[in-house]
């Protein structure tokens, strides 16, 4: 759709003015805060009063031709962003009427003004500062708009204005006159270019009051990394350029160390933040100071009428200053959204910051408890529930993640762009709507070029799908953009595995330990890797570093249980799964206990315990009863052939995620082929299985746990079909591919398929060679184990039929 013809007019209705030239909304000559997008939305409305305006003809408007995903929620937030600047509620709008579920229509009354009818000027106005405050009013509301509503106001003052004490006026000068002028016309040196990075420095804090340590320095955050323009230097690098400083990594960023920060690292600006007080009100001032020469690029101030407003008055400052160091007026409109929004109170923003502190130093586990803080003190957190969500998705607590993640998802209007972007893209991968996922960081991507986030995202969601190097190539780009973020090497790491590319994920893996970036995950790779060379003493290293952390020891201790249960150690296994079930408990993760239970279970059930693993599938459910856990708990019913309940639990999980591509296109399928196989009938097993062929090698939630079934199921399916080439290739998928099924049981009972569906042709030395295998592979398990005990048996019958047809020959 096009955009209307933009001739210079001011449309007059009721007490407002709608000045297309200016880009301004004024209400009895005063300008009313309408960041960029809103505005062009009311212009589209005024312009076509009287008639409906679809939803659809807004998205055109706004988004043009692009495909992205839901934008309802972004034309709810700009009618509800025009409302309030009308004051014009819904229930009983004197100029915006909803049609329900089609659109708007503007129903006041609209009349031309001519150029001398507009409203004169205020008395002592000039040229220079008409522009200065037309620019303001742009991105940020007039003093006169807030003044004595509760809202933190800049120290400019009009007529009428309250009267300050000696004090605060001398500080009007001294602070906010220059920074008048700078906001009016900065100085080209201020400008930086998007390969600028900048140190934020916490914020001096003179008030005596500690609910803004830390507080204001995230809510700067926040403000200036909703920037596409701004390159903020990572937190991880910070900490990480700490260490090699041979500082604390969880010391106070002062102005001087900010600096010596922003020369080890290549940065050119110091952002340094200041907040005391005087007669009731709170004075912030934030300075941005060239690195090199120490000169002030760009300074900008603000007051607040008490403390909860300080937020509000620091987004202003943040907005103005964006503007001084080169970010364009559109961009800030924009991407125009206080920290303020994100919460009011300062109590949470504080225990939210510490919380990703904690998390970066010490893991996801230690943070849950301040995150949790945050939400009980602002129960309205979007961000701090998504980050929560974040932290239980990587503790394998799926059920809780989507839960806190649904609460932020609801509140993700009230966020700035990038967290909605991320909030939005988490969700649709927690309730496994990959598409959705896609397409959401596809747009986060478009967006913030600059941001590593939404490059890893993509690379989980194609590691689902099994499409490794286009996940590989995400990863890639993700860890040169945050070299010193964790996660980007423990899922990096895992995804070369995935490709058999062992030495590169040795070398990534092995960069992450010399920089100092540790995580349970992280070890996990490091973990299969031994694995895979056969290293005892590697594994047994990397499980001690486990020892005592909540939420790894638990991951690392599962992982012994599968190399035990791989080799047929099926006693050893139960003890350490054991084990791993009850350190996930101690940490709170009642997900993640049942996880291994059930796990525990699948085996046993591959093994021919199937009483064990029935009783084991009921085990798991008393601790959690959540997704992934009936996910695996209907697997293991159907193949130890409790075939109905395994259908009653496939049903269940089919009805409650109907949306979750994951499930419908690899987990059910399996389910359902497992159930199949189990009232032999493998014809309907392989019918089952077609959805999850161009996805049978990919590692969906919970990723990494019970992968390649879809392949395992179908070559058991043709075993039972006496189709033994059929069978033979589907093993071979196994065997090909062992950086996927790494130390997990499957991979040792591939070789004993192998070895039955050779017996269904004539070369029966090869039968034999395969059986082989598989008994040296398991030469120390126990021996009552019933899969070892019918592998013998086959063994020897084979045998025996050489030695008969041996004997019939010399006949």
């Known amino acids: 759709m096009d955009s209307p013809t933009r001739t210079h007019s001011v449309l007059r209705f009721g007490a407002f003015e709608l000045d297309d030239a200016a880009g301004e909304l004024r209400e009895d000559g005063k300008a009313r805060r309408l960041p960029a997008q809103p505005f062009r939305v009311l212009e589209l409305l005024v312009g076509r009063a009287g008639e409906l305006v679809t939803r659809d003809e807004i998205q055109r408007y706004l988004w043009g031709d692009r495909k992205y995903l839901r934008v309802d929620h972004r034309n709810n937030f700009c009618v509800n962003q025009i409302r309030a600047a009308l004051r014009d509620p819904a229930e009983h709008s004197e100029y915006i009427k909803t049609v329900p579920r089609r659109g708007y229509r503007f129903v006041a009354a609209i009349t031309h003004v001519a150029a001398d009818e507009r409203r004169p000027p205020l008395i002592g106005a000039t040229p220079a500062a008409d522009e200065a405050r037309s620019q303001v009013s742009r991105s940020a509301p007039t003093p006169s708009d807030t003044v004595g509503k509760g809202h933190a106001s800049s120290l400019t ?18 602070l906010v006159l220059p920074s008048g002028e700078r906001r009016a016309d900065p100085p080209r040196s201020a400008a930086l270019t998007p390969k600028d990075s900048i140190v934020v420095a916490d914020f001096t804090n003179t008030t005596g009051d500690k609910v803004f340590d830390d507080a204001l320095t995230q809510a700067l955050l926040i403000e200036i990394r909703q920037s596409p323009f701004l390159n903020v230097l990572p937190d991880a690098q910070v900490r990480e350029t700490l260490k090699m400083m041979a500082r604390p990594a969880n010391q106070r960023i002062t102005p001087e160390v900010a600096r010596d920060l922003c020369a080890r690292t ?22 941005a100071i060239a690195c090199s020469t120490g000169e002030t690029l760009a300074s900008e101030h603000g007051e607040a009428v008490g403390k909860g407003d300080v937020l509000t008055a620091l987004g202003r400052a943040a907005s103005r200053l964006r503007t001084a160091l080169g970010e364009s007026l ?23 910051s510490v919380g990703l502190q904690v998390r970066l130093a010490q893991g996801d586990a230690p943070s849950i408890p301040l995150l949790k803080r945050a939400l009980e003190l602002d129960p309205r957190f979007a961000l701090a529930y998504a980050k929560l969500a974040a932290v239980y998705s990587n503790l394998d607590q799926p059920t809780s993640a989507l839960e806190y993640e649904t609460k932020a998802f609801e509140l993700r ?37 600059r941001d590593a986030g939404p490059c890893g995202s993509l690379g989980v969601n194609y590691v689902y799908m099994g499409q490794y190097l286009r996940a590989a190539t995400e990863w890639e780009q993700a860890l040169r953009l945050a070299p010193n ?9 895992p995804v070369y595995l995935a490709l058999n590319r062992i030495d590169k994920a040795q070398a990534v893996a092995d960069a992450a330990i010399a920089r100092h970036l540790d995580s349970g995950r992280l070890r996990r790779t490091l973990y299969g890797l031994a694995f895979l060379r056969r290293d005892r003493v590697e594994m047994d290293r990397q499980t001690e570093w486990a020892l005592g952390k909540p939420g790894a020891e638990d991951f690392l201790l599962a992982a012994q249980s599968d190399t035990e249960a791989y080799f047929g150690r099926i006693g050893n296994s139960r003890r350490l799964s054991d084990q791993a079930v009850d350190s996930a408990t101690r940490s709170g993760l009642p997900e993640a206990a049942a996880l291994w239970k059930v796990i525990d279970a699948l085996t046993e059930a591959e093994f021919g315990e199937r009483r064990a693993a029935i009783n084991d599938v009921a085990n798991a459910l008393t601790h959690s009863a959540g997704r992934n856990v009936k996910v695996l708990a209907a697997l293991t019913l159907a193949r130890a052939g409790e075939a109905a309940k395994a259908e009653a639990l496939a049903t269940e999980l089919e009805m409650d995620y109907p949306k979750n591509t994951v499930l419908m296109l690899f987990r059910l399928p399996s389910i359902k082929a497992a159930i199949a196989l189990a009232r032999n009938d493998p014809s309907s097993a392989l019918t089952f299985l077609e959805p999850a062929r161009r996805s049978e090698l ?28 059929a069978a033979t290739a589907e093993f071979h998928k196994i065997l090909d591919n062992p950086g996927i099924v790494l130390n997990f049981p499957l991979g040792a009972l591939a070789r004993l398929q192998l070895a039955r569906a050779a017996t269904l042709g004539v070369d029966r030395t090869a039968a034999r060679d395969a059986y082989g ?12 184990v019933p899969v070892l005990i019918a592998a013998r048996a086959e063994l020897a019958q084979l045998l025996d039929q050489k030695a008969a047809r041996f004997d019939a020959a010399r006949r």
């Open 773 to 784: 295998e598989f008994l040296a592979s398991w030469k120390d398990a126990d021996s009552d």
């Open 413 to 449: 209007d009230s966020v700035t762009e990038r967290e909605r972007l991320f909030i939005s893209a988490l969700y649709f991968r927690l309730t496994g709507e990959v598409e959705k996922s896609t397409q959401t960081l596809e747009m986060w991507k478009s967006e913030y070029p």
């Open 698 to 725: 990919g590692q969906p939630t919970p990723s990494g746990f019970a992968p390649l079934y879809p392949a395992y199921l179908r070559g058991q399916a043709y075993l039972m079909l006496h189709n033994g080439p």
């Open 266 to 287: 290549g940065s050119s600006t110091v952002l340094d933040g200041t907040i005391s007080t005087i007669g009731g009100h709170y004075l912030l001032s934030v300075d």
């Open 485 to 493: 973020e964790v996660h980007m090497y423990e899922n990096l790491a």
């Open 330 to 352: 559109p961009s800030v409109q924009k991407f125009e959204l206080p920290a303020s929004a994100t919460t009011t109170s300062l109590e949470a923003l504080k225990s939210y």
């Open 157 to 174: 003052r009009f007529p009428g204005a309250r009267r300050f004490s000696l004090a605060a006026m001398l500080l009007f000068v001294l």
